[in-house]
């Protein structure tokens, strides 16, 4: 005579099958990077066995109709994206990255306003997503800038999740990635990002932990660009920005820590004085001074230029003459991710991949972190 299995043992077996399906379907660990035409890098010279997310930049949104849109421009690249990167590594995922840090924050905040335009931001969004052939969809709304739009932020991002659900339900596809680029930290100068339905909605935020010193807006010193610790009293750092994250309730493991393939450059008052926070006027090499890691160290061979790591806030900087560039070097890079690391991050993610130089930050990263 066969036995009966107890109702106790079948609610276990459910259980350990739905935990199971639950965690299969979140995200290991991440080793992103962002990728733009504007970089003038193909495509297909991505080394993607060095990432695990690939984003791709920047789709548009439509101010009239709000809707997610490519430019004709872009749309061959685009539409070949994810072929492209996964033939050099099959598993490596894509996310359509909307809006960027030229886009116009007044057209997010009006569709983010009303119900009809995020339903119209939304149902475009997935649909570009999966006709292009993208595993997943990143938001990049610089920045929020009032309480009304932080709580439309988060009813967006809600309904977006809610929508994506529903579209894997009836397509029998797996569900979208939704992922979202933000501030450094979660107090955007006294503004609070809504944390609970960032936690319930997306896959992971990228925060931004760079850009805090450039020429641009403070043109007066030099200053390290993403440094990960203060040396000083008041001093923006990368640490302070993610223990906020975690402070404010976000679980560590949706949080990937940004990381600047980039610096900027100042031009010194006095050549004699190139420290941290020495005296400058203003941007030098560019206009605002930003400059590729690989135009970096060409600039440090080509000018047989002193460079500079300093341990105690992680970060880079090289002079010659009156020219002055912060960055983070490969030695940073490997410091920042152990840090993410050591802290529980889900990984990390950098701009750009065009402005690395022989794949050194980027191989540099992956091995930091490791399998």
């Not at 101010?63 to 421009?73: A, E, F, G």
């Not at 560590?252 to 990381?259: D, M, N, R, S």
């Not at 690989?294 to 500079?308: D, E, H, L, P």
Request: proline share 3%.
């Amino acid at each position: 005579m066969a036995s009966r299995t107890s109702p106790l043992v079948i609610y276990t077996i459910f259980f350990f099958l739905a935990s199971f399906h639950n965690c299969a379907g979140q995200t290991a660990n991440v080793k992103g990077v962002y990728w733009f035409p504007g970089s003038d890098f193909a495509v297909s010279s991505i080394d993607s066995t060095l990432f695990t997310h690939i984003f791709c930049a920047f789709a548009d949104l439509n101010p009239t109709n709000y809707q997610v849109t490519i430019s004709s421009s872009n749309q061959a690249q685009f539409s070949t994206f994810t072929q492209t990167v996964q033939q050099k590594n099959p598993n490596v995922k894509t996310l359509l990255s909307i809006g960027g840090g030229g886009a116009n924050t007044d057209a997010f905040a009006a569709m983010a306003s009303q119900a009809s335009r995020r339903k119209s931001f939304i149902d475009s969004s997935i649909s570009l997503a999966r006709s292009n052939n993208f595993h997943g969809l990143d938001l990049d709304w610089e920045y929020p800038d009032t309480a009304a739009n932080y709580n439309n932020f988060g009813t967006l991002l809600t309904e977006w999740r809610a929508a994506v659900a529903a579209e894997s339900r009836t397509s029998g596809k797996v569900a979208l990635l939704l992922t979202a680029a933000v501030f450094r930290s979660w107090n955007y100068y006294s503004l609070k990002y809504p944390v609970q339905a960032i936690s319930n909605s997306l896959d992971w935020i990228n925060a931004m932990t760079y850009d805090y010193y450039g020429p641009g807006w403070s043109p007066s010193s030099t200053g390290p660009p993403a440094a990960l610790y203060s040396g000083a009293s008041g001093q923006i750092n990368g640490d302070a920005g993610i223990r906020d994250w975690i402070q404010s309730g976000l679980s560590a493991k949706k949080i990937v820590l940004g990381l600047p393939f980039y610096g900027y450059a100042w031009r010194l008052v006095n050549a004699n004085n190139h420290g941290l926070f020495a005296p400058a006027n203003g941007a030098a090499i560019s206009a605002d001074g930003s400059i590729g890691y690989r135009q970096i160290r060409n600039f440090i061979s080509q000018n047989a230029a002193t460079a500079v790591h300093n341990g105690s806030v992680v970060t880079d900087y090289t002079y010659s003459g009156t020219t002055w560039i912060g960055y983070d070097d490969t030695q940073s890079v490997s410091t920042k991710v152990t840090y993410a690391k050591s802290k529980g991050l889900l990984g990390y993610f950098a701009w750009h991949v065009g402005a690395d130089s022989n794949w050194a930050l980027s191989q540099t990263a992956s091995r930091a972190w490791g399998a």
